[in-house]
C-alpha cells in the first residue's frame, strides 16, 4: 500500500493514508496525508472479547469521520481491511480492493486456496478437487453471514456475494500472472503486478570470496526461533558458497554459531542485496518472494504458516524456484536443497523471464492508472484526483481487519 500511495503521490494526486503511527514518517516522507488507524484487538482476550466483524464495526463507525473529512473520490482498501470499504459504501464512494498477493478466490478444478497444492494434471485430478468445492462454499457462505450481520448493523443491505470484501468495480492483484493458476478472471480483477516497498537503508558489507552467494531472507514475523536461519548457516558452513544471512532485529539463540563463510546482519536491504545473490533462502513470505523474482534471483522456499505454502507451491508451479517444506527441515536437507537448486540453471532462467515481465510491467504505475480510471478516467494531468488509500495493520493481535 505504501508503494501505491507514493506512486499516487508522485503523480500530483491527494492521497490520505490511514494506518498505524509506526509508519508515519514514511507516510510523509512520500508525500501523503497521514491518519492514525484504529486499532482493535480481534482475538477473544479475557479482559474484552472483541470478534474479527464486532471490530469491523467498530473500525467502520471511527473510520468513517475521516473518509468524510477528506472527501475522496476513490478509498482504497486491502484485502482483509473491511472497515474502509463498509464506510465508503456507506458514504457513496467508489472502493477499490488491494489484494498484497497472488488471487485468493477459488476456481472450479484447482485446490482451495491456502493448500499449498499444485493444480491437477489428470481429469481425475480436477474431479478431486471439485469434491471439495462444496466444503470451501459452506465456510464462505459462514463468512458472508458474519459479514452481514455486521452491514446490518451498520445499515447496509445484505450482500449475495461470497467473497463480500472484494470490491467489484475495482480489485488490484498484486502477483505476477506467472504464479497465477490458469482461470478465467473477471473483468473487475485485474493482475498488475507485485507492489514493493521498503524503509531506506545502507549498503551491506558480503562475504569475501567469489563462491556463489546464498542469501538466507527470514520472515520478519515467524520463525522466532530462528530455525531456518541456524538450519542455513549449519548445513552451509561447509560448502563452496557464500552466505549472507539477516537476523531481522532477533538475536541467534545461545550456541548458535556463524561460520567462516558467512556475514550475519541485522538487517539487509533487499533491493540491494538479492540482485547480487545467486539464490535467495527465504519462509516464502510473498514480499520477499515477489523482490526476489522481480530480479531474476531463483528461489528455495521453506514455508512455515499462513499464505507461505501457497506461495512455495505457486513458485515451484511456476519453475522459478523449488519447495522444501517444514517438517523435512534440517541442516543436511538445506544443504541438498541448495546444492538442487544452485545446480539447475532453468530455475535462474525461468526468474530471468519473470524479471523481465516485470521490468516492463510496473505494478504501482498500472494500479495507478486504473485507479484514476475509477475516479473518473481522468489523469493527473487533467485535475487532481483524490484518493484515500488504507493500509492493513501487521500485528496479529492489534488490528482493525476483518475476514474477507
Known sequence: ???????????????????????????????????????????????????????????TEDTEPQIARFSPDVVVHDILTLAPALAAERLGVAAATLIPHVHPVGAPGLPPYGLGARPPRTPVGRLMWRALDPLVERGLRRGRAELNEARRQLGLASTELLHGGLSRRLCLIASFPQLEYPRRWPRWAQVVGPLMWEPPHGQVRLPDGEEPLVLIAPSTAQDPDHRLLRCALEGLADEPVRVLASANGRPLPDGAAVPANATLVDWVSYSRAMPLADLVVCHAGFGTLARALSLGRPVLAVPHVGDMGENAARLQWSGAGIRLRWRALSPRALRLAVRRALGDPSLAARAGQIAAWSAVHDGPSRAAELIESLAGGQSSSDRCSRTYSISSGDSPRATSTGSP
Do not use: C, D, I, N
Open 1 to 59: 500500500m505504501l508503494a501505491l500511495g507514493s506512486r499516487l503521490a508522485a503523480r500530483g494526486h491527494q492521497v490520505a493514508y490511514e494506518t498505524w503511527t509506526r509508519w508515519r514518517e514514511h507516510v510523509e516522507a512520500a508525500g501523503m496525508q497521514f491518519v492514525a488507524a484504529p486499532e482493535y484487538p480481534v482475538f477473544p482476550t479475557r479482559s474484552k472479547k472483541l470478534g474479527p466483524y464486532e471490530a469491523v464495526v467498530a473500525a
